[in-house]
């Protein structure tokens, strides 16, 4: 079965330091992943997705992410954490062909001035 | 505001009523997607649409829940006889492109409470 965990429910970052928010997957063929932010009283929106070639890959608001096939990973990273970076981060699959998204259940980001 | 919205954002139903929720994509989005969001968990597929042709639905998604999009253009999700575990966000969600991989518009949600 196609899966995506994230395995912290919540991680908590000094600003100024980096941080990473972990995702794991688990999917038959090549993936296709993507990391999506929810801010409070706001829809879910796109940082950034691997489809293939470089295994780093940059999204929106400074933050990268880390495809590593070996390990299953997709692992979102920044070097600088912002209060306002403060918010829910979602992993995501494709599964497939047919179009679906497969979430995991997503990450609290606290960031502590 | 040229994004993805829905109405309404809040909906307080009683068990056994019926409920229809309304997202309007961003206009020339031929995919438009539902999907249901509890806390703490990610979104829950519910079923998508290619253009007007409602191309898939999750095994979730019972005889009660039905969904439309006329004319391929907004979209309208129906829950016939309303229960409590039906309270959650509804997202909906649109993008343009044949391709597999291309990244959804989320609208700001529906959050449905079942009494």
């Known amino acids: 079965a196609q899966s995506v965990a994230q395995p912290e429910d919540q991680v908590n970052v000094a600003e100024g330091n980096p941080l990473t928010v972990k995702c794991t997957y688990s999917?038959?063929?090549?993936?296709?992943l993507f990391w999506y932010v929810q801010y409070p009283n706001r829809g879910l929106q796109f940082l950034l997705k691997?489809?293939?070639?470089d295994n780093l890959v940059k999204g929106s608001y400074g933050f990268e992410a880390e495809f590593n096939k070996s390990q299953t990973s997709f692992h979102l990273k920044k070097p600088s954490a912002l209060v306002s970076d403060s918010a829910l981060y979602f992993c995501a699959v494709i599964r497939g062909s047919n179009y679906q998204l497969i979430w995991g259940a997503g990450t609290k980001l606290i960031i502590k001035p | 505001d040229t994004g993805v919205s829905q109405d309404p954002r809040h909906k307080i139903t009683k068990r056994g009523q019926n409920v229809t929720f309304r997202c309007d994509p961003i206009s020339e989005h031929n995919r438009l997607y539902w999907y249901r969001q509890t806390l703490g968990q990610g979104p829950e597929f519910l079923t998508y649409f290619q253009n007007e042709a409602q191309l898939e639905k999750s095994r979730l998604l019972s005889d009660r829940f039905s969904a439309e999009r006329p004319k391929g253009s907004f979209s309208t999700l129906e829950i016939q006889r309303t229960e409590q575990g039906d309270s959650a966000m509804y997202l909906c969600?649109?993008?343009?492109?044949?391709?597999?991989?291309?990244?959804?518009?989320f609208g700001s949600g529906t959050q449905l409470s079942v009494l």
């Open positions: 999917v038959s063929g090549n993936p296709y």
């Open positions: 969600a649109s993008t343009l492109g044949g391709a597999i991989n291309e990244k959804l518009f």
């Open positions: 691997y489809i293939t070639g």
